[in-house]
């Protein structure tokens, strides 16, 4: 195995102190235009690679500002288990995270209160899965941009205050992929309806898109959009209310919320007459599955875009790439069939 090349083999070759290669590793404008360039090159010759254990020991304590909702916990405990994850990842590069959580997602007073005592805490980045009514909090959420920290959303991002990037599930990619299966599954000229959390969040707003989207090349009839605003009870009575529609025979619901519909369809006992495809997995929407009132779930790993999240941030924190932008989550299609490949 060749030895990994150290910054003293970059700076030997280059013939200049390991400071000035430092110096370019760290962007600072002290090297020359061509000295820098010779550096630039050496390093990707040799394969150079930072030790970031050692850049950690060099450079202060960071700490990054977390703030997601509590509730619902089918969705939210694995985004809080990829988090803590990734912050275990880095818990030896001086890295971590004070993690505030809000009661719901309707709690907009509550997000407001925990952004501003944020904003008091020394803080270098926010980590941040907003709720519904962003207007609440918007102009809190401003203050971090003119205070220079970082905002990395998760989830869902706001349009009206810009961050480096977003993690989240491809939404537009999950809502054509559930218009085609209902199409594959029901046949062209099929009357089917959407059940979604709230059509303004930007992650609901981007699955209506894409199935609408794919719905129309597939020629399925949309009757109609529900939401919900993911209140369990609500999506039960419209779940109640489009069974009493006689020609409709498929629902998606682009939210996590599917067990309220699932339950809804086996009181009336309407398991075999609509076909329903959801989002998420977790024990009691597996439990629709095997009982045949579910017939597919979108799998978005919340593990992973948790901890991804996290990784996002500390690399812009530590390397100052520039923005992240959106990392995209790409769905997987889970049936009976293939849940022992997934850990729920």
């Given amino acids: 195995m060749s030895k990994r090349a150290t910054i003293k083999d970059v700076a030997k070759k280059v013939g200049v102190s390991t400071a000035t290669v430092t110096y370019v590793l760290n962007d600072k404008p002290k090297v020359s235009k061509e000295v820098r360039e010779s550096i630039i090159e050496t390093i990707n010759e040799l394969g150079y690679v930072p030790n970031r ?12 500002g977390i703030v997601f909702s509590e509730q619902p916990d089918e969705f939210f405990s694995y985004i809080k288990r990829g988090i803590e994850n990734g912050l275990a990842d880095y818990i030896d590069y001086k890295f971590s995270g004070i993690i505030k959580t809000y009661s719901n997602l309707d709690e907009s007073g509550e997000v407001k209160r925990i952004l501003e005592e944020m904003l008091e805490s020394d803080i270098n980045g926010l980590l941040f899965a907003p709720g519904f009514d962003y207007s609440v909090y918007s102009d809190t959420l401003s203050r971090f941009a003119e205070k220079g920290i970082p905002i990395m959303y998760l989830v869902s991002e706001m349009p009206e205050v810009k961050g480096i990037g977003c993690v989240r599930m491809n939404g537009r990619m999950a809502g054509k992929m559930a218009a085609q299966f209902l199409s594959f599954s029901l046949g ?3 009357v089917v309806a959407i059940v979604t959390g709230n059509v303004r969040t930007q992650l609901h707003k981007e699955c209506i898109d894409g199935f609408v989207e794919e719905a129309k090349r597939n ?5 109609g959009i529900y939401e919900t605003l993911d209140e369990k009870k609500k999506a039960y009575s419209q779940t109640e ?20 519909v699932c339950k809804c369809i086996e009181d009336f006992n309407k398991k075999d007459e609509v076909v329903v495809i959801g989002h998420d997995l977790y024990p009691e929407l597996v439990d629709k599955m095997i009982a045949g009132s579910l017939q597919a779930t979108l799998f978005q790993d919340l593990v992973d875009q948790g901890r991804k999240s996290v990784e996002c941030l500390f690399r812009y924190l530590t390397e100052g790439n520039g923005p992240v932008g959106d990392v995209l989550i790409t769905p997987n299609m889970v049936f009976t069939s293939n849940l022992e490949g997934y850990d729920y």
Avoid at 219 to 223: G, I, K, P, S, W
Avoid at 241 to 260: A, C, F, R, T
């Fill in 53 to 64: 254990s050692a850049q950690a020991l060099a450079r202060k304590e960071m700490c990054i």
């Fill in 241 to 260: 209310y489009l069974l009493g529609l006689p020609d409709l025979k498929g629902i998606y619901v682009s939210s996590y919320n599917s067990v309220s």
């Fill in 188 to 190: 062209s000229g099929t």
């Fill in 219 to 223: 020629n399925l009839v949309l009757e």
